[in-house]
């Protein structure tokens, strides 16, 4: 019954998601924002609703440790396993803005949230703030300087939606999250008493690997459809808005506290060492460039981390 109610909650975070990136991509291009903008704002931000509402839940109903757990496991998940399995699909072009500005924002953001867990094991409401407001001067610093990208061309891929239908697939897709994560979190949370396993094994594990889905799917969809640049930004972006966004929003509203020392010992630097690695694989052996080496290294030291997790 538990499985049936994650699965269930799964499916319905996926539907969510995949209505909500519909509705955001379809709206940005109306706006006329360029595409590597949209892989790392609108996409990103879509793409880790599932997160922020499973993260909103769970610290409400009082499993912080699932909280922080699913934020930390999809950001490992996101590079790890979706970027593995992506470059499996096909090499893949790494735009300059990686290492100047997209790389270093998830490596501070990443580096900030190690600094206010480290020190008392909780993130409060005005630390809540720090990072949203991160979060607010990238995303203002980021649409400034789309002025002096060069215009994308209009090609059959795009997703093209009408007044009406955007509204549609937002409510729906916001629905879709939020039914999703009720039964997700409840099913969770029984799992985790049923196998006498901690919620933090749950939700670097189950939960983060669902909710990393629809990364999953926009990065592989983006690589197919030789939108590659969407596909990385969109997963750089998604690192940075579930610690600024979903970490910050979630703490505005209520504290987070780590229960579970393992998050702090060992996940964290998990999550810590796979962004960092990503810069020295987009350089060597071959600069901007990611292939399917980078992608199976990648995955490997992903399943590692499954390993010793379990």
């Given amino acids: 019954m538990n499985f049936l109610l994650i ?3 799964l499916v319905l975070l996926i539907l969510g998601g995949n209505w909500l990136l519909k509705s955001a991509v379809a709206l940005s291009l109306k706006l006329n924002i360029s595409k590597v903008v949209i892989g790392m704002t609108v996409v990103s931000f ?3 609703a599932p997160e922020l ?3 909103i839940n769970a610290a409400l109903n009082g499993s912080s440790d699932l909280a922080l757990g699913n934020v930390i496991g999809s950001n490992i998940a996101n590079l790890g396993l979706v970027l593995g399995i992506t470059l499996l699909f096909g090499n893949m072009s790494v735009k300059k803005s990686f290492a100047k500005l997209d790389w270093p924002v998830m490596m501070i953001a990443s580096a900030i949230l190690f600094l206010f867990l480290s020190q008392d094991k909780v993130i409060v409401q005005y630390e809540g703030i720090i990072l949203f407001s991160f979060l607010i001067i990238f995303l203002v610093y980021l649409l400034r300087s789309q002025k002096n990208e060069i215009p994308d061309e209009v090609n059959e891929n795009d997703i093209h939606l009408g007044g009406f239908k955007i509204s549609a697939f937002l409510i729906l897709g916001g629905l879709g999250l939020w039914g999703g994560s009720e039964l997700l979190i409840k099913g969770a949370r029984a799992l985790a008493t049923d196998f006498g396993v901690t919620e933090r094994i749950i939700g670097v594990t189950i939960v983060s690997i669902g909710t990393s889905v629809p990364e999953l799917a926009a990065s592989i969809i983006a690589v197919i459809k030789k939108e590659k640049a969407i596909s990385l930004g969109n997963l750089i972006g998604s690192n940075i808005f ?5 970490l910050g929003i979630t703490s505005i509203i209520t504290p987070i506290s780590l229960s579970d020392e393992r998050l702090l010992s060992s996940d964290i630097f998990w999550m810590l060492g796979i962004s960092f690695i990503i810069l020295p694989l987009v350089f060597l052996p071959k600069k901007y ?3 399917r080496k980078e992608g199976l290294l990648l995955l490997c030291s992903y399943c590692v981390f499954i390993y010793l997790t379990l």
């Fill in 242 to 246: 579930n610690i600024l966004a979903v």
């Fill in 7 to 9: 699965i269930s909650g």
């Fill in 53 to 55: 509402i499973v993260s």
């Fill in 289 to 291: 460039n990611l292939g």
């Fill in 46 to 48: 879509a793409t880790s």
